[in-house]
Nanobody, 118 residues
Framework: QVQLVESGGGLVQPGGSLRLSCAAS????????MGWYRQAPGKQRELVAA???????NYADSAKGRFTISRDYAKNTVYLQINSLKPEDTAVYYCGASSRIGIPPSYWGQGTQVTVSS
């Protein structure tokens, strides 16, 4: 059974940091490209960052510099470190698993809410 379970979201003040986690079932984690996506109210879901099974990364232009994606092979977990949070980062963040970069995810997590507000 494929499972992607996100955690780590919450309410944070502007300028703060968060680390989101996505725990995946082993089979998916070992083979698939893992990505973080976000969907703000009234907007389409968009890719934030992705990392292949080999560790190559890809970032949306808007994510370069403040977002870092990584994966822990021992824990079957993908992380998204977000620094210098801005109110416009407020969104539901989803973890997705794709057969390769550039392909929409075949599997999705349930999402975790990130709210940036003072």
């Amino acid at each position: 059974q494929v499972q992607l379970v996100e955690s780590g979201g919450g309410l944070v003040q502007p300028g703060g940091s968060l680390r989101l986690s996505c725990a995946a079932s082993e089979t998916i984690f070992r083979i698939y490209t893992m990505g973080w996506y976000r969907q703000a109210p009234g907007k389409q879901r968009e890719l934030v960052a992705a990392i292949t099974s080999g560790g190559s990364t890809n970032y949306a232009d808007s994510a370069k510099g403040r977002f870092t994606i990584s994966r822990d092979y021992a824990k079957n977990t993908v992380y998204l470190q977000i620094n210098s949070l801005k109110p416009e980062d407020t969104a539901v963040y989803y973890c997705g698993a794709s057969s390769r970069i550039g392909i929409p995810p075949s599997y999705w997590g349930q999402g975790t809410q990130v709210t940036v507000s003072s």
